[in-house]
């Protein structure tokens, strides 16, 4: 790793940990999205199931951490934090872009420890989809998947932080086509994830087509790279700021694209809570993923990640008591009703949102 990318990534982690460099103005929409409570849940709320499989694996709760970190020191004891507490929970997780350790073996470890402190936890490998356009191909994706044994990869989409950075790499041709051949020869599950700024319906389209099996839709509404680049800026130069915003919204993105493929869609982008997490399940989400949060407890510990991850899954344990259902497929049934900005623009885009209102007889 070059020191320069050595230093992006500390800053990187150093700005979303201070700055937080979250949404403004824009919204993941979750605040769009009610369910419908129920005063008779009739069931047991200790006997409630939270458990679920994603991509042939068992997971007690519907529940990933994002892809956040690899390649400094501070990212070592990050990944630890996670992967150990994923690893007691049962959940999965994504260690950050590899790049780093994929030109610089020495720097392998900084990931290697998540599949150390989590032997047997779901683990998501990453590289950069607009690396495929620069060079990168099969054998950089499978030595990113061998390398943590990972159970899936992720190819993350980031036009948006590429647009902005000064050093940003903005030749995104190609791409899909690289995806594509990624996803027909990798023996492991290729997921494509965006970034913050969300996967519309015509790009969940394409990347169904070209053979991905999953879509995590990371939409607008939690951390914004946009963000992130203008407080790294410091040349005065105010990049990012008009962008700060940009992209579709999660509960949109999510909709959209579950309306549109087959395959399962993961819901990230500013899920801050368990009933957030409830809702996007309800919206036929197979797993939630939440990163920034995730990063602050992690810095501190173990322990503490333990406890962050153990309250989001507790609080939708109490969603599913109070939308009584007994178990995650009772919940993607779960009637909601959808307003404000995501009514607006998923009327707008021409999808159903009717059918969830309707679920259920009365
Ligand atoms: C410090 C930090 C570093 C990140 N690095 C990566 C990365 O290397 N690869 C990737 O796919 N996503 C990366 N992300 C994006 C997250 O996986 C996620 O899509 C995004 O933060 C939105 O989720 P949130 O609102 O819960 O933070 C990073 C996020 C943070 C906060």
Same mark, same amino acid.
Not at 28 to 32: I, K, P, S
Not at 244 to 249: A, L, R, T
């Given at each position: 790793m070059t020191q320069e990318t050595g230093k992006r990534k500390a800053d990187h982690i150093r700005i979303c940990l201070e700055r937080k460099a979250q949404a403004k103005k824009a919204t #993941? =929409? &979750? *605040? !769009?999205i009610e369910l419908v409570h129920r005063a008779? /849940? *009739?069931?047991d709320r200790e006997k409630i199931s939270l458990s679920t499989s994603f991509l042939g694996k068992k997971f007690s709760a519907p529940l990933i951490v994002g892809a956040m970190t690899g390649g400094t020191e501070e990212a070592t004891k990050i990944n630890a934090s996670i992967a150990q507490a994923v690893e007691n929970l049962h959940l999965g997780m994504g260690v950050g872009s590899q790049r780093a350790a994929i030109e610089?073996?020495?720097?392998e470890s900084t990931y290697v420890i998540a599949r150390k402190k989590a032997p047997t936890a779901f683990l998501i490998a990453n590289i950069g989809g607009v690396q495929l356009a620069h060079g990168y191909g099969l054998k950089e994706a499978k030595k990113a998947v061998e390398m943590i044994d990972a159970d899936a990869l992720a190819i993350h989409l980031n036009a948006l932080q590429e647009a902005v950075q /000064? *050093? =940003?790499?903005?030749? &995104?041709?190609g791409i899909l086509a690289q995806i594509s051949e990624i996803a027909g020869e990798l023996d492991k599950p290729v997921i494509v994830k965006e970034t913050g700024c969300g996967i519309s319906a015509e790009d969940a389209k394409a990347l169904e087509s070209a @053979? %991905?099996? #999953? +879509? !995590? %839709? @990371? $939409? %607008? $509404? @939690?951390?914004s790279f946009a963000a992130v680049e203008y407080y790294r800026s410091t040349d005065g130069k105010i990049m990012g700021e008009a962008f700060?915003?940009? @992209? +579709? /919204?999660t509960a949109v993105s999510l909709i959209e694209t579950a309306q549109t493929v087959k395959i399962p869609v993961l819901a990230s982008g500013g899920v801050r809570s368990g009933l957030d997490i409830a809702k996007s399940l309800a919206l036929n989400a197979s797993l939630a993923g939440v990163s920034q949060p995730v990063l602050e407890a992690a810095v501190k510990g173990a322990k503490e990640t333990q406890e962050l991850l153990s309250c989001l899954i507790d609080e939708l344990r109490n969603a599913m008591f109070l939308v009584s259902a007994q178990n995650v497929d009772a919940l993607s049934k779960a009637p909601l009703v959808i307003s404000g900005k995501t009514a607006h623009w998923l009327n707008t885009r021409g999808f159903n949102i009717q059918k969830y209102a309707q679920r259920g007889a009365h």
């Open positions: #993941a =929409g &979750f *605040e !769009d008779l /849940p *009739e069931v610089d073996r020495k720097l /000064p *050093e =940003g790499q903005t030749n &995104f041709k @053979g %991905v099996k #999953a +879509i !995590d %839709v @990371g $939409g %607008v $509404g @939690g951390t700060w915003d940009w @992209g +579709i /919204p």
